[in-house]
């Protein structure tokens, strides 16, 4: 299901993916963080994991079972190294009850709708409400429209997901799996909210 909505693109965009057999700046910043994506079945959650981490798109997209999980390292502008290691959560009911075993510890949630599906978006407030109650304090949440290259079926306008992420203290974008859009865009940005490591001071 998840992808099987579009079509395959031929380009495979992997916008600001580090290497892992490049050898960075020595003095160059890591942080390896946890991230989860939650959203309903069929929303593209997959997709735009395996269209981050593989530069791929899969038509043929099984729905996900449980969870699965993926890594990707990207570099950001200050020299800084993001691994992501990324739980993609299964968005079937029936798995509901499993979420928090993923997003416990979680230091970003990519909570995903379909811009094509109300109830996607009802269902991604309800996981924003999830996340506050029982996700980390200080986790990075992202709001997230999917399948953008549906435009013509468009049935939740791109101001509605502005606002509810404005209220909430969430960074906002729209994305299509199907054509890259903006997937590359997304984790750099979130790559840029993660709270760094203060350095010591050195004592007087």
């Not at 995903?112 to 990075?140: C, M, R």
Request: aromatic letters at 8%; proline letters at 5%.
């Amino acid at each position: 299901m998840g992808c099987a909505s579009s079509l395959p693109d031929r380009s495979s965009g992997q916008l600001g993916v580090l290497n892992p057999d490049s050898n960075g700046s020595t003095d160059s910043k890591s942080l390896r963080v946890k991230l989860v994506l939650l959203g309903d079945s069929g929303v593209g959650k997959s997709c735009i994991v395996l269209r981050f981490v593989r530069g791929q798109f899969d038509p043929t997209s099984k729905v996900t079972i449980g969870a699965s999980f993926l890594s990707q390292t990207i570099a950001l502008q200050d020299s800084t190294s993001v691994k992501f290691e990324i739980w993609d959560t299964a968005g079937q009911e029936r798995y509901a009850a499993l979420a928090p075993l993923y997003y416990r510890g979680a230091a970003v949630a990519v909570i995903v709708y379909d811009i094509t599906s109300p109830e996607s978006f009802n269902k991604a407030q309800y996981w924003v409400k999830e996340l506050q109650k029982h996700g980390s304090p200080d986790i990075v949440l992202a709001l997230v429209g999917n399948k953008a290259d549906l435009h013509e079926s468009r049935e939740v306008p791109t101001q509605d997901g502005v606002e509810y992420a404005e209220k909430n203290g969430m960074f906002f974008i729209e994305t299509s799996a199907k054509t890259a859009d903006n997937i590359g865009h997304l984790f750099q940005e979130i790559g840029k909210r993660l709270p760094r490591q203060q350095p010591e001071q050195p004592s007087s």
